[in-house]
């Protein structure tokens, strides 16, 4: 099963939006093996978007995501990566469709609540940057035969 990273950022944790979060990807037929909130540290937050780092709207990511709690989740799936993609919406709020995190909650770019890893591998490595491998449980959950064929 495909595993993806995903991460309900400072603005969806203050909003009360986790809750809302996890039922759609619980919706979904996704399989929940590991979310824990957590302070995220500066050396962590640059890691995370180091991609960006020379670009300059690096440090004003930075000091969003550690300014207050995120919940950081692993989930698995059928395809979980792209679908994954496809719950969270556009990246800008505006251009994301209504039914998607972002298009029913979202507003500006800036405060877009929720991150989703955006390839097989980009998730990989997050899920090794966010999370120790004991950290993550494997599980087979009662519906599985509800789900796939």
Wanted: hydrophobic share 40%; proline share 4%; charged share 25%.
């Amino acid at each position: 099963m495909e595993r993806t990273f995903i991460m309900i950022k400072p603005d969806g944790v203050q909003r009360g939006l986790v809750g809302e979060v996890i039922s759609r990807f619980e919706r979904k037929g996704f399989t929940l093996v590991g979310m824990k909130l957590m302070a995220v540290s500066r050396e962590l937050a640059e890691k995370h978007y180091g991609v960006h780092k020379d670009k300059p709207f690096f440090a004003g990511l930075v000091e969003f995501i550690i300014s207050s709690p995120v919940v950081a989740m692993v989930w698995e799936g059928d395809s979980v990566v792209a679908s994954g993609r496809t719950l969270i919406g556009a990246t800008n709020p505006i251009s994301s469709a209504p039914g998607t995190i972002r298009g029913d909650f979202g507003i500006t770019i800036g405060r877009n609540l929720i991150h989703g890893s955006d390839a097989i591998e980009t998730a990989q490595q997050e899920i090794k940057l966010w999370f120790q491998e004991d950290e993550l449980t494997s599980w087979e959950p009662s519906n599985k035969g509800w789900l796939y064929e």
